[in-house]
């Protein structure tokens, strides 16, 4: 056998996970992150002329009263831990909201786009919130963050 299909061998060997081979997948290298996020109305009072069925409820004793239906759009974020998130979060109309996390709080004026930075820096899920009292509980979502171990494939 010739010098070079020893090395042939050698370099099928490593491919295959032999010896000297790192069988450990690459480290996830933390990244940053542009999402966007848009608060949307879904049953505000303003609607009651449009949607009758909305009279009663957001009246005295019915299923709204005393509250809003809002949502953030999307309400699920995905990130890995270590990232960097560039949030845009857009509030189109005039009641102000709050994008809040267990360790992060930004307040939402109507009518602006609003840009914040947040660090993941644990694994975990995170319950996401508006702290206007009138939108809880459903104006929610949460932040998944991803341990890095997990993360077979980085991207
Ligand atoms: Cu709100």
Same mark, same amino acid.
């Given at each position: 056998m010739g010098r070079?299909? #020893?090395a042939l061998i050698a370099l099928a060997a490593a491919a295959c996970g032999g010896p000297g081979v790192d069988a450990h997948p690459a480290a996830y290298h933390p990244r940053t992150r542009e999402l966007t996020v848009t608060t949307v109305p879904l049953l505000v009072k303003e609607q009651r002329a449009l949607y009758p069925f909305l009279r009663p409820a957001f009246a005295k004793g019915g299923v709204l009263d005393g509250k809003e239906v809002y949502a953030f759009v999307p309400s699920t974020i995905t990130v890995v831990e270590g990232d960097t998130l560039h949030l845009t979060i857009i509030n189109p109309? /005039? /009641?102000a909201h709050s994008f809040v996390l267990p360790d992060f709080s930004v307040s939402l004026p109507g009518g602006a786009t609003t840009v914040a930075t947040y660090v993941a820096k644990r694994a975990g899920i995170y319950p996401i919130m508006c702290a206007v009292a009138s939108h809880l509980p459903m104006m929610s979502g949460? #932040? @998944? @963050? #991803?341990?890095a171990s997990a993360m077979a494939d980085p991207r």
């Open positions: 070079s299909h #020893l109309e /005039d /009641d949460q #932040l @998944v @963050v #991803l341990a």
